[in-house]
Nanobody
Framework: QVQLVESGGGSVQAGGSLRLSCAAS????????MAWFRQSPGKEREGIAG???????SYSESVKGRFAISRDNERNTLYLQMNSLKPEDTGMYVC???????????????????WGKGTEVTISS
């Protein structure tokens, strides 16, 4: 079992950047496919980026070209680099892990087994 703790959220102006971290404990992140989700006010939870065990990545259209998901196995940490931020990127950002043996780089919430509690991101115009 893995425990996930997000950090790095904050308030920035549109056009700025943030890097979110998801520190894992209890198990190596290399064992999991992982993903980032966000929950914006008044909206359903949205999957935005995924990474598989081999480092392959996938992104939703809403963040493709602006966000980058990565993993540092030595630090046991997942990252989300967010550039060119927009007000519509505001929300609670949550990381998750999929323990399936043959998982893929996806961001489907029903496939995730472990979840963090999130870090808040606010983008002002």
């Amino acid at each position: 079992q893995v425990q996930l703790v997000e950090s790095g959220g904050g308030s920035v102006q549109a056009g700025g950047s943030l890097r979110l971290s998801c520190a894992a404990s209890g198990s190596p992140v290399s064992r999991y496919c992982m993903a980032w989700f966000r929950q914006s006010p008044g909206k359903e939870r949205e999957g935005i980026a995924g990474i598989d065990k081999g480092g392959r990545t996938s992104y939703s259209e809403s963040v493709k070209g602006r966000f980058a998901i990565s993993r540092d196995n030595e630090r046991n940490t997942l990252y989300l680099q967010m550039n060119s931020l927009k007000p519509e990127d505001t929300g609670m950002y949550v990381c998750a892990a999929d323990r399936a043996q043959y998982c893929t780089a996806n961001y489907r919430p029903y496939g995730m087994d472990y979840w963090g509690k999130g870090t808040e991101v606010t983008i002002s115009s």
